[in-house]
């Protein structure tokens, strides 16, 4: 079956760093997502990885490690707005469809 | 681009009536997803169309549920005879080919 693990909750600090981790275990496996989900509105795509390694998109970045099975997203300069919902998500069964995992609740806080 | 757009936002039905969600994919994309979405977890893949065509239907989507996409532009998700399991977010998302999925606002199912 598919699996894709990643912590319920975190806080962090304004102006700091956090690190989001996921682990997935798939068939099929195509690439991993990350969204953003604020409360009641629709997932925002962040960033997209294909192959190991990191992607950076200004303040934040991905990295992924296939033989692993494991992912980060990564959140620089924290802002309060930054609070949110962050999910994690597999691209599977021939690329077509994503599996999330439960999405981490980041808390930014002063 | 105005996003990809879902009616209506709320839905507050009872037991056993049948409801029908309508979503208006961004206009270039061929593919289109339904997800459910229940609180506090991620959203479960539904069903994929790529054209008219519907290429993939998940367990989860029982033959209470249908969803068309009769000219693969708009797509309908309709639930018959509902049932409180059911009360959820219904989300859509649409996609040009394999590049990432963008999602409409959603719509709030809630079953009396």
């Known amino acids: 079956g598919q699996n894709i693990d990643q912590p319920t909750e975190m806080t962090a600090t304004e102006g700091a760093i956090v690190q989001i981790n996921c682990t997935y275990q798939t068939s099929g496996f195509n690439g991993l997502f990350w969204y953003q989900q604020h409360a009641g509105e629709a997932p925002t795509f962040l960033s997209y990885?294909?192959?190991?390694g990191l992607e950076e998109k200004g303040r934040f970045s991905s990295f992924l490690s296939r033989s692993k099975g494991y992912s980060y997203l990564l959140l620089k300069e924290l802002q309060m707005k930054d609070s949110a919902s962050y999910l994690c998500a597999a691209l599977t069964g021939g690329g077509n469809k994503l599996t999330f995992g439960t999405g981490t609740q980041l808390k930014v806080e002063l | 681009d105005t996003g990809v757009s879902q009616d209506p936002r709320h839905k507050i039905t009872k037991r056993g009536q049948n409801v029908t969600f309508r979503c208006d994919p961004i206009s270039e994309h061929n593919r289109l997803y339904w997800y459910r979405q229940t609180l506090g977890q991620g959203p479960e893949f539904l069903t994929y169309?790529?054209?008219?065509?519907?290429?993939?239907k998940s367990r989860l989507l029982s033959d209470r549920f249908s969803a068309e996409r009769p000219k693969g532009s708009f797509s309908t998700l309709e639930i018959q005879r509902t049932e409180q399991g059911d009360s959820a977010m219904y989300l859509c998302?649409?996609?040009?080919?394999?590049?990432?999925?963008?999602f409409g606002d959603g719509t709030r199912l809630s079953i009396l």
């Open positions: 990885n294909v192959l190991d």
């Open positions: 998302a649409s996609s040009p080919g394999d590049q990432p999925q963008h």
């Open positions: 169309f790529q054209n008219e065509a519907q290429l993939e």
